[in-house]
Each structure stands twice: as C-alpha cells, then as structure tokens.
C-alpha cells in the first residue's frame, strides 16, 4: 500500500490520511520510550474515522464485524424512484467514503488490513482520534432525528443543541421550507450533516465564546425562533 497522500480537506494543516506504510515506518523508527509503552496506553481505545473505497462503507463495516472491531456506519433513508416507476427506500451513508471504528493502537494494522479502506484519518503519520461526545452523540439520535448529508459549512449563526440526544453539540442554523435545522459538522473528515430539530431546543452561541461552554443569555429559543423566520441561512 501506497504512502498517503495528503489530506486537502483536513482542517489541520500537514493532514495526511494515514496508511499501513506509514504506520510500519512509525514502527520500525520508534524510541525505546515508546516501546516501553504500558500495555493500559497500547490498550486504550479511541473513535477514528477510516477512509473506504467509494460505495464500499458497508462491506467495510461487515469485515470489521466479523472481525470483532467495534464500528459505526451511519446511515440515513432516500427514497429513490426504479425505472419500473416502483418507489424504494434505501439506506445510504450519511457520511459518505467514511466509516467510525473503535480501536486500540494494537488494533490499526488489522484495520488498515480490512478490504476497502485506504487509510486511517489523521494529522502527520499519527492517527487523529474523534471526540467520542459526537460519535456516541450521533448514535443515540441517529434513529431519532432526521439526518441528511449537507454541504460543508463553517461559516452562520452559531446555535448549540440544549435537549434530547445532541445535547451539548454546535452547529449552524439553517432552514429547509419549513423546517429548522442545525447542521453539523464532524471537523477531522470535514463533512457536515443537517438535522431537523425544534426551535425551542436551540441556544444562541454568544459572540467570543469558548467552545463548548454553555450561554447565559435569557429567552434564547424565542431569539431562536425569531432568526428562523427572518435571517436563518436557507438550504
């Protein structure tokens, strides 16, 4: 397998998705320091996005089962139309190329092994961890909520999620016809999902606030609410 190249849609600079080369070389140069490693460190295990050949994410996600590796394929429903006029809902990745694995630092080189996918995602020769709040996060809504792959967005008014499964994650407000989104993104693999949520379960993101922290700001749904019917991006 090929070095990897480097990664153009990372957001970290130098970001290259990492390949079985890449990790037998990191072996092979290691200090005695890292070899010494304490087997609770080795055994640590951690959500990574793994990087698969087109239309092969679920295939992956079979090997990886059969092979006893946690994994998460999140899928959405479509409905596509036949040629015979027959209407067929289907299950389709919602992050598309990409599946999540759980996985020690003894356990890469047996994914990296797994027919279909390419490389590891991560910064320099080391894989870049996911936060585990979004990936559990995504989990538990992902059969409560509609989800449905968007385009990449950074940029618009921040809202942070205050109920139900997604409590805690930020996002970009948005509205589709009549209904409110927030659109997520997952910043390692840079693609961004919109889910439809209630007014009434959204907070503003005060200007200059840290990531992550809670907003003190009072009536904030009805500001929410508000934006939605004026200014709110629309899909």
Request: a positive charge; one cysteine or more.
């Amino acid at each position: 397998m090929a070095l990897a190249k480097p990664c153009s849609n990372s957001v970290y600079p130098g970001c290259l998705r990492v390949s079985e080369t890449d990790l037998r070389a990191q072996s092979a140069t290691a200090s005695v320091a890292q070899s010494e490693e304490t087997a609770s460190s080795a055994d640590f295990r951690a959500w990574f996005a793994v990087f698969t050949a087109a239309r092969h994410e679920k295939r992956v996600s079979q090997h990886l089962a059969h092979q006893g590796i946690e994994s998460f394929l999140p899928l959405y429903s479509e409905k596509h139309r036949w040629t015979n006029r027959r209407n067929v809902t289907v299950q389709l990745p919602l992050f598309p190329n990409y599946v999540f694995v759980r996985i020690s630092r003894r356990q890469r080189g047996r994914v990296l092994q797994v027919p279909g996918v390419f490389s590891i995602v991560g910064c320099g020769s080391e894989p870049t961890p996911v936060p585990d709040f979004e990936v559990e996060s995504l989990r538990s809504a992902l059969h409560l909520r509609n989800f449905e792959p968007h385009p990449y967005v950074v940029v618009g008014e921040r809202v942070r999620i205050k109920a139900g499964p997604l409590e805690g994650m930020e996002g970009v407000l948005a509205r589709k016809k009549n209904n409110l989104r927030v659109v997520l993104t997952i910043a390692s693999i840079k693609q961004s999902v919109a889910v439809e949520i209630d007014a009434h379960d959204v907070e503003l993101v005060a200007t200059g606030e840290r990531p992550h922290g809670w907003c003190d700001m009072r009536n904030i749904s009805i500001d929410v609410a508000n934006r939605f019917d004026t200014d709110s991006h629309t899909l």
